[in-house]
């Protein structure tokens, strides 16, 4: 109760001042976010808050809480998807008591209400943090769905030969998304031959090599032959030096050499055109 | 219990499961295909298994064993119609299906064993 009754006097205070605090609020975010949102933006954002904050302080009624956390949980959000630091995210919301104390410095009789008055703001700060973290959480993870999905063409090379250019790092996750591609592609055209190229592949360790052999022999139980090719020279180094086996899978250095081989088993001949 | 039909093409024989498999039902195709083989002479199996959406270890090790049971006659085992879903939890249960050969559709499985018949 006591608590209360301090944020009330000091909510009554702070709107006898509203005019200063929120001037010099502003100056110090505009400060520390170098002019990447306008002053009156900014302006305009800061006052919705202060007044938020005064309907809460004053507990006047019970839906101010729940509009302050919104609109705070909006601001850092925008301020995540625009490239804000979490530094300057968290000033936006902490310089409000530099704002204050710097106006109540000379007023000793008001440090218990500037002390609930911290406390408060602290946790909105806390809370904005909270917010921010989860939203950048949720663009990065936005961004691996996106990279897992422009990652994983399948192209049809010839009749009956399919391809798989495989860039970029192999986890489960993108070997099953791969495989259940090839699969699906080999179902759908009737393909015999599945080329796995792997130039894109910056390492091949055990793990790698261990999800690209499921790929193939998932692949063979639907009656295509795949040949792995695109093996760089440190990546065969280190295929044989952890002792790597690839059974009796095909592996060709280009993808010209595993084109070759498949129109070669294939039955089919690349000649020389008779120029007449 | 349901039964799955034998049919014989020529000097192939060809299985297509349509039901959903049971281990009893199982056991009996395993003994009807011996049984058949024995009586025909075949020298192929093709097992057509367009319609199966769902395998666990025991389909996959009646599979395998179907294709040694055939080898003992002298026949050959293609399995065909497999389905991506299909594929993906037989390698992630580790079995590989050795000594059964594999094609996409039935169409390409019978040249397949018209190629090494003749």
Request: glycine share 8%; aromatic share 4%.
């Amino acid at each position: 109760m006591e608590m209360d009754n301090s944020l009330g006097r000091m909510a009554a205070y702070l709107r006898d001042h509203q005019d200063k605090v929120v001037g010099r609020w502003c100056e110090l975010v505009a400060a520390g976010i170098r002019g990447r949102s306008s002053a009156v933006e900014l302006r305009a954002e800061l006052e919705d808050l202060y007044t938020l904050v005064l309907r809460v302080m004053a507990g006047a009624d019970e839906q101010a809480a729940g509009e302050l956390r919104a609109a705070l949980d909006e601001m850092s959000r925008s301020r995540a998807r625009n490239g804000f630091t979490p530094r300057e995210t968290a000033l936006g919301v902490f310089s409000l008591k530099d704002a204050v104390y710097e106006l109540i410095a000379g007023e000793a009789d008001l440090i218990p209400e500037y002390l609930s008055f911290s406390r408060m703001i602290d946790d909105l700060g806390l809370h904005t943090f909270q917010t921010y973290a989860a939203a950048r959480e949720k663009i990065i993870a936005d961004q691996a769905a996106s990279m897992l999905e422009l990652s994983t063409p399948v192209v049809r090379l010839w009749d009956g030969i399919i391809a798989v250019p495989l860039v970029g790092t192999l986890d489960s996750a993108r070997t099953q998304l791969v495989t259940e591609k090839l699969l699906e592609t080999l179902v759908a055209t009737g393909a015999d031959h599945a080329v796995l190229d792997i130039t894109g592949v910056p390492t091949v360790d055990t793990e790698v090599a261990q999800h690209l052999l499921k790929t193939v022999s998932a692949a063979r139980l639907l009656g295509a032959e795949c040949i792995v090719c695109g093996i760089r020279p440190q990546v065969a180094q280190t295929i044989v030096s952890l002792g790597i086996e690839f059974g009796d899978i095909v592996t060709k250095a280009t993808l010209a050499d595993a084109l070759h081989y498949a129109l070669t088993r294939s039955g089919l001949k690349v000649t020389t055109a008779d120029r007449a | 219990m349901e039964r799955v039909p034998i049919l014989k093409i020529g000097r192939t024989l060809f299985v297509s499961i349509q039901i959903d498999l049971q281990d009893d039902s199982v056991m009996r195709l395993q003994e009807d295909l011996a049984a058949e083989l024995a009586a025909t002479g075949a020298s192929g199996v093709i097992i057509d298994i367009t319609a199966v959406e769902i395998v666990d270890s025991f389909i996959g090790r009646m599979l395998t064993m179907i294709g040694s049971i055939s080898r003992l006659f002298d026949a050959e085992t293609v399995l065909v119609g497999m389905r991506p879903a299909v594929a993906i939890t037989l390698t992630e249960l580790g079995l590989s299906l050795r000594g059964v050969r594999t094609a996409l559709n039935a169409e390409k499985g019978l040249e397949l064993l018209g190629g090494s018949a003749r």
